[in-house]
C-alpha cells in the first residue's frame, strides 16, 4: 500500500508546485501549511495511542466554552500552540481552548510575522474514549495591523471570505488532511508506513444530490420551526433514500457528506439561540471548504463566509452541506415567514428536500 501511495505527491510537494496559485504568494504560507501537517502528524500518533497510555481520560478542567477538557485537548492544543509559534509565519494563534489570542514572536507581541491561525485543535473530544473520529479544524488569515506593530483584536475578528487557507484533519480509520487557498479542495492521506500525507482525493466536490441530513435528534424539538419542517421533510422522503446519520463530532459528519452527499445542521435553539459552534475555528473554514467544493453554508439568515465575529469565541447557527439541501431549507424559512424577509430560496425550489 505504501508502494501506491507514494506514486502521488506528497503534501509538501503538492504545496510547493501550487504555491503559484495562493492568494498573496508567499513562502511563509508554505511554511505554515507544512508545519500545520507536521504537528498533525504528532497529534495523530497519540490518537493512535491513547488506550495504551494515561491520556484517555478527562483533565479535570474546563475551557472557556465552559467544557470539560478531555486530556487529549490539552495535548493537541499545546502541540499545536509549540509548532506554529516556532514558526516565523505566525504572528498570532486564537484557539478554542483559550480564553485569549497569543501573540507570536520573541518579544510576545506578534510584531512579526503575516499570518494568524484559528483552530480547533481537537473537535469531538467527547468522543475520544469511545474510539470515534475526531478531527482538528483550522483557518489562515493574514494580519491587519502593520508589520512590526503589536497585534490587535480585530486582526482576529476577520470574515471568513478573509481567509486564505483553511482545512481539516480526520484521525479515523486512515488520517486525512484536507484544506483549499481557494483553488479548490485537495484531500491528503497519512501513510504510516512513511509518515508522509500523499494526495489521495484530488479536487473534491459534493456529489450533485446529496440524502444524507446530520442533526442531533436531541435539539430538533427545541430547533425553529422551518428546521423542525426540512427534518420532517427529509424523513418523510425515507422512502426515496433520504437517511439520517450523526456522528457528534463535526469533522466526521461534513467529511462523510463532502464525499457521499448531505447537510449538517446545528441550529438555534431555545436554550442557545446563537448556537453552539464557533463561528471563527469551526464555520468559517468549513464553510470555505464547503463552497470550494460547490457546496453551501448559512446561519439562520446569512451566509457564513459574510459574517463579521464580534468577539473570539462567538457561536453560530450552522447548516452547511450540498447546496440544493441547504437551499431546501431556506425554502423552509422562507415559507414560514409566508414569502418575505431575506433570502427567497431558488426558483422553483419547494420546502421538502427532493431526491
Not at 514572536?105 to 475520544?128: H, W
Request: with cysteine; net charge negative; aromatic share 8%.
Amino acid at each position: 500500500m505504501a508502494l501506491e501511495m507514494t506514486k502521488a505527491p506528497t503534501f509538501g510537494e503538492f504545496i510547493m508546485d501550487r504555491q503559484a496559485d495562493f492568494p498573496f504568494v508567499s513562502g511563509q504560507l508554505t511554511r505554515l501549511l507544512t508545519d500545520l501537517g507536521v504537528a498533525a502528524k504528532i497529534v495523530n500518533q497519540q490518537v493512535n495511542r491513547a488506550g495504551l497510555t494515561s491520556i484517555l481520560g478527562a483533565s479535570g478542567a474546563t475551557n472557556i466554552q465552559d467544557e470539560r477538557q478531555q486530556k487529549l485537548d490539552v495535548f493537541a492544543d499545546e502541540a499545536f500552540m509549540r509548532i506554529l509559534s516556532s514558526g516565523k509565519s505566525v504572528c498570532g494563534i486564537g484557539s478554542e481552548e483559550q480564553e485569549h489570542f497569543v501573540r507570536c514572536g520573541e518579544d510576545g507581541e506578534g510584531r512579526q510575522g503575516k499570518y494568524i491561525v484559528l483552530i480547533d485543535p481537537l473537535d469531538g473530544s467527547s468522543n475520544i474514549d469511545v474510539n470515534v473520529s475526531i478531527g482538528t479544524i483550522f483557518s489562515i488569515v493574514r494580519r491587519l495591523t502593520p508589520m512590526g506593530e503589536p497585534l490587535k483584536e480585530k486582526d482576529f475578528l476577520q470574515p471568513g471570505t478573509s481567509q486564505v487557507a483553511a482545512g481539516y484533519v480526520l484521525y479515523g480509520s486512515s488520517t486525512m488532511l484536507v484544506y483549499t487557498t481557494g483553488t479548490g479542495v485537495n484531500g491528503f492521506t497519512l501513510d504510516p508506513a512513511v509518515g508522509e500525507f500523499f494526495l489521495s482525493h484530488p479536487t473534491m466536490t459534493f456529489p450533485s444530490k446529496g440524502s444524507t441530513y446530520s442533526i442531533n435528534d436531541a435539539v430538533k424539538a427545541r430547533s425553529d420551526r422551518p428546521t423542525q419542517d426540512f427534518i420532517d421533510g427529509c424523513r418523510d422522503a425515507a422512502d426515496a433514500g433520504f437517511r439520517g446519520r450523526y456522528i457528534g463530532s463535526l469533522v466526521a459528519d461534513f467529511h462523510r457528506n463532502l464525499l457521499h452527499g448531505g447537510i449538517y445542521l446545528y441550529p438555534s435553539t431555545i436554550d442557545q439561540p446563537q448556537g453552539k459552534l464557533r463561528l471563527l475555528y469551526e464555520c468559517a473554514p468549513l464553510a470555505w471548504i464547503a463552497e470550494e467544493a460547490g457546496g453551501k453554508a448559512v446561519d439562520d439568515g446569512v451566509r457564513i463566509m459574510d459574517k463579521r465575529p464580534q468577539s473570539l469565541h462567538e457561536r453560530s447557527p450552522f447548516y452547511i452541506g450540498n447546496r440544493h439541501l441547504v437551499e431546501a431549507l431556506e425554502a423552509c424559512r422562507w415559507a414560514r415567514r409566508g414569502g418575505q424577509g431575506r433570502n427567497a430560496p431558488s426558483k422553483g425550489l419547494t420546502p421538502a428536500p427532493i431526491p
